[in-house]
């Protein structure tokens, strides 16, 4: 006679009891039939930051360089841990605990912390700390992590805990993250240069002609006309140059000329430059009725006719005056006029350059109490330009004063003296990308190599190392790469919250709990199903000088093994590994009860071998209901 037990449970181990009691004859058997469960699991992928092996390690060696659109910037180990130091809010260890060899990068269970008082902190990863390195080094880029993150379906979003890390009360934790993959962008944002400081212009005589130089400032010598080259070129990614008009008689002007030549190349005088020859510029005029009045000069126009007398064709050239009528005003001995330029990037043989006219009194050009009063575009074929300023007198008294400029920055001459395509030595290309090279050759640091692999950018020797991508449109450069499979991974067994696996330094850190009795290396291949403290006849016995007895009173079986499907045993992320069993041909196992066995309740126990350690190892947790089918023969 078969008796049939079915049971449920939401441990690993449980008991039912039995409402009808079944009496089971000598000799009996058990076995498994059905069984369907799902157990919890915590994956952390091992990777740690580079470990310096020096007892005074060099923090100033290159950890990695980063290229974009020509610009190369390397970044030291000293300025990626500040980088993180600045970003981390939470823990802020030291930088010898940082390059310790084990503080972990972490890319998995990455999560919000809140403290009593309700903040929230989180750490930093990678490519977010890379990020900020970045953006201390480059002038005119912006560089940000756009990072793809899964959340896992194990756990709960918001979980409470207790623990202490610098100084911070840690009441709760949520949110529970990896990442899937790493992305960096890096956006044009030439604001970075207009806000860098100012440099006052430094007047030299062979800049001039019929002006004369006053401080730091022209003044026009005579009534005849008056020109002036400024000494100094200003950045074209943000920079400006700025200058005050004092215009006391007739007519003046102020404008600049992209000129196509390097940016080291000197400055001359090489033509008498008026208003029509300004790409981009502003002609003042003292009225009659003493008012003062400007309009802007945008180009030029070309007027061709026939001369019968001459018996040849005529070439004017004309500004291009905006608007038609003079209009515009300004405050005499107040505004300021700067002259504000942002290029485009290198896309089809061109580059646009956009010129922005800002007019007020402010200090700066972004100060709120100025305006735009104009924005005129200019496209190139090249991007390797010179901007010259000209100033223009036809009136005696007339200057312009408090000059200032952004001098070119590193970047941009960086930028300027690359052409498409550029490949260096190892036939790498190097123009229009944006890449990450790490430097594996530093003998003084450890696991350099172990580190940039577990990260996705797999090693060799030479450029070829580096991550690269070469679809960047111009004003977004985005770089991503996935996380590579084959990185040591550590498992926590039958836990679904984050917490578990936590280990926090008291002082400065958030940690993985390493030592955790749940952590294991691999996947268990196999779960044991036992029934436990089933009640059989007592055998009770002792022996000459024992204190206690020993009894067989009840049984502790292993009813059968289940495999772990093979899909499942190079789980990536936090998930679930999930049972499914039923027996095609029945395997029995003797219990070996010697007298019939009444049976009024069933415990259960769901556990695996540890064969690291060769320890029973215990399942805290499982996912929903864990159902089983028990015959007994």
């Known amino acids: 006679m078969t008796e049939i037990i079915q049971l449920t449970g939401n441990k690993s181990e449980f008991a039912n009891y039995i409402t009808d009691p079944i009496v089971l004859k000598e000799d009996s058997k058990v076995c498994l039939n059905k069984a369907s469960f799902s157990i919890p699991v915590m994956v952390h992928r091992e990777i740690f930051f580079p470990q310096a092996d020096d007892a005074i390690p060099d923090y100033t060696l290159t950890f990695f360089t980063v290229a974009l659109n020509g610009i190369e910037n390397p970044i030291s180990y000293q300025e990626f841990y500040n980088a ?36 929230e902190y989180d750490i930093p990863v990678l490519t977010e700390v890379m990020a900020s390195a970045c953006n201390t080094k480059f002038d005119y880029y912006e ?103 004092q215009i006391n008689a007739g007519t003046g002007a102020l404008g600049i000329v992209f000129v196509t030549k390097g940016h080291d190349d000197p400055l001359n005088i090489t033509a008498v430059y ?16 003493g008012e003062r009045v400007l309009q802007i000069i945008d180009g030029n126009q070309k007027f061709v006719y026939y001369d019968s007398t001459l018996g040849a064709e005529v070439v004017t050239v004309k500004p291009n005056y905006v608007p038609a009528n003079k209009i515009f005003t300004w405050d005499h001995n107040v505004d300021k006029f700067w002259f504000l330029v942002r290029k485009g990037r290198t896309m089809n043989g061109t580059t646009e350059f956009t010129t922005t006219i800002i007019q007020g009194p402010g200090t700066t050009p972004q100060d709120a109490n100025n305006r735009v009063i104009y924005v005129a575009k200019k496209t190139l074929n090249t991007s390797e330009i010179q901007i010259t300023t000209l100033a223009y007198s036809l009136g005696a008294g007339n200057g312009f004063d408090n000059w200032e400029f952004i001098p070119v920055t590193d970047d941009s001459k960086a930028e300027d003296d690359y052409m498409l395509p550029v490949t260096d030595s190892d036939g790498i290309q190097t123009a229009n990308t944006f890449s990450i090279r790490p430097e594996i050759e530093n003998n003084s640091w450890q696991n350099e190599r172990t580190f940039w692999d577990a990260i996705g950018i797999s090693q060799s020797e030479g450029l070829n190392n580096q991550i690269v991508n ?68 007592p055998n009770v016995g002792s022996f000459i000088g024992a204190t206690n007895q020993y009894d067989t009173g009840n049984i502790n079986k292993v009813v059968n093994y289940i495999q772990t499907d093979a899909s499942q045993l190079d789980l990536e992320s936090n998930g679930t590994l999930d049972y499914v069993y039923e027996a095609f041909n029945l395997v029995y196992r003797n219990l070996h009860n010697q007298q019939k066995m009444p049976i009024t309740q069933m415990k259960i126990k769901l556990n695996y071998k540890n064969f690291a350690d060769d320890r029973d190892q215990q399942i805290p947790n499982i996912s929903g209901v864990a159902k089983l089918e028990i015959l007994f023969d």
């Open 143 to 245: 560089f940000s992590a756009t990072n793809k993150y899964e959340t896992t379906n194990i756990g709960k979003y918001e979980q409470t805990v207790n623990f202490t890390i610098g100084g911070k009360n840690i009441t709760k934790i949520k949110d529970n993250r990896s990442i899937s993959e790493f992305g960096i962008i890096a956006q044009y944002n030439p604001k970075k240069v207009t806000e860098l400081t100012s440099t006052a212009v430094n007047w030299t005589a062979p800049q001039v002609e019929n002006f004369t130089t006053v401080g730091d400032g022209i003044v026009s010598a005579s009534g005849t006309e008056a020109m002036a080259v400024c000494p100094n070129t200003f950045d074209t990614n943000g920079g400006y140059i700025a200058a005050t008009p």
């Open 274 to 289: 008026q208003p029509t020859n300004f790409d981009v510029g502003i002609e003042f005029e003292l009225l009659g009725s």
């Open 84 to 119: 993180y130091d600045n970003d981390d809010s939470l823990g802020n260890p030291t930088i010898d605990e940082f390059y310790s060899g084990i503080f972990d990068c972490f890319v998995d269970n990455l999560a919000d912390y809140i403290d009593d008082a309700g903040l």
């Open 470 to 537: 070469v679809s960047n449109n111009g004003w977004n450069n985005q770089l991503t790469w996935e996380l590579p499979k084959n990185v040591a991974k550590k498992y926590w067994i039958g836990s679904d919250q984050v917490g578990d696996i936590i280990a926090p330094d008291i002082a400065t850190n958030i940690a993985i709990n390493y030592a955790s009795n749940l952590i294991v290396s691999d996947l268990p291949r196999e779960i044991a199903v036992s029934i436990l403290d089933l009640p059989i006849a």
